[in-house]
């Protein structure tokens, strides 16, 4: 390896004398010199000697293209064959992790363990409100850490026994988990309004949790109401062969109120009764694995990922792979923010370390060592990364990443920035490139790949990702096609809505200093579909949220193409007639902002939130 360190000379390339592999090398396509070398008797600084020589300046790390491998094997007289880095080695890899956790003892020899509860039922029926009711009557004031954090999942204590509860409502996540192999919950709660009785998605849920043969108990809510009828609403379910015990049937049933917190506790009582039937056990032995709830890239923390352990104890300092993503576990929360050593089997823990976000409903490992864990993550990645090879090759074009424009600099080297700029109008256009162009020193340049009026669109991210550049967006946003290419070409998006900021920002990082304060993180979006105008109250959206969620009081941007036309906060949110708190992604609502009334329909509402990153 050290003669990898020598400074190379493209003069020097002679193919070791070691001789060429005898028989067919497989090499899986999109490798790197570091592992293309040994493969054929060379090594990685042979490979990118050799490359150089033809034109091609390739790092040791950097994948090749199927030529530029072709053509060293073709040097070396090596035959070989390309293969797609295989599923085939990945699912080998992952069942050698496996193979570990077979389970060769008798359930009943393994401890209880609490079950892992789902919430579902038809929108507004009050599946929110319940989680939030149960989760908040279970932290005692005062409490470390005072409240609970929204990680995904929370745990109670109902007389002596944890409950865990999956905090996304709806059966969305449910089959989204079910659609990866994840069978995460033991028991649905099935939430159905007593005013309302029995909607399309309270069919929809039970459809579901019969699918899935999980067990459902039933909370009929907002029995407060004066228009309540209970006993409707279960005539109804009984048609679905819900029938409940009181009738001689076998599903147990609760009346509640989530909104006065009437009937929550025989709920929890019934819940745990029924975990108890069902006999919950899991190894607490051993390497844990499990599935991954949630995961968010935090700018202050990095990956974050709320796994819900299924099997053995999951521990700090562990090396686990959770879909394409590793790492050893740096940190183990709790739901309520706490630091803990260790997680069994139905724990939620938020998990700092991974390389990468992963998918909520990826399956996580604790891998025997590091090496492994790096191992399988990585042929998981490199089958997506296949697909933007073309990209990697493109990059040694040179440029770096507003992040990495100081390192460069530091390592003595001329940096180029490449950006591309996307303004409002052409005015500001041309102020910002012309500010822009100001700042550039001898050791930094600036280049302009691609400058333009209008919003960010997937064309200008995958210029960028072909040209290594970074966005910068002065008075528009990235629609939601362009943020999700962004995401898995990491590209760069910067947007701003003050120009002195905007330089700030691209000074600082060229003195290594760039460290926001503030990360704006979008919660939702959702589109205008229908505009109604109410006397004495003006102009209301009606919209779909295509996104996240809507949160009434939410800061608010308003799109239109891509452009920022208003800035302000969410005054009133309501789905029907009835104001609520937050409207969720599928749904629609009527979005009132305050004095604006200019709305179209096609125009974005997108919502944010500013969270403080921890300098670095
Ligand atoms: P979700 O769509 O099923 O999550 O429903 P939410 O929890 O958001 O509740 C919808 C609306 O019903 C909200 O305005 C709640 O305050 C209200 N709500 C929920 N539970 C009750 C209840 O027990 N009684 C009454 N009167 N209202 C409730």
Redesign the pocket.
Known sequence: MAEDLQPMNITDYTPTDAAAPTGVVVIERSSTPLEVGPKMNQTAADVVRFLMQQGEMVTATQSLTDDMIELFAAEIGAEIRLVDPGEEQENELLKLLEANFEEDELEEDYPVRPPVITVM??????????LDQIRSANVAEGEAGGITQHIGAYQVEKDGRLLTFIDT?GHAAFTAMRARGADATDIVIL?VAADDGVMPQTLEAINHSRAAEVPIVVAV??I??NNADPNRAMQQLAEHELVPEQWGGDTIMVE?????NLGIDDLLEQLAVVAELEDLRADTEGRARGVVLESNLDIGRGPVATLLVQHGTLKRGDPVVAGASWGRVRALLDDRGNQILEAQPSKPVQVLGLSDVANAGDAFVVAPNEKVAAKVAQTREHSQRVASLGRDAAATAGGARLEDIFSQIQAGQTATLNLIVKADVNGSLEAVVDSLQRLGREDVKLAFVHRGVGGVTANDIQLAAASNATIIGFNVRPDRKARELAELEKVEIRTYEIIYNLIEDVENAMVGMLAPEFEEVVTGDAEVREIFRIPRVGAVAGCYVLNGAINRGSKVRFLRDGTVIWRGTVSSLKRFK?????VQSGYECGIGLSDFQDLKQGDIIETFEEREVARV
Do not use: Y
Request: no cysteine.
């Open positions: 039922g038809h929108v507004d029926h009050g599946k929110t409100k319940l409502p939430v809510n907002k407060d109401r509640i109120s989530a909104l006065q009835e104001d609520v708190r937050e």
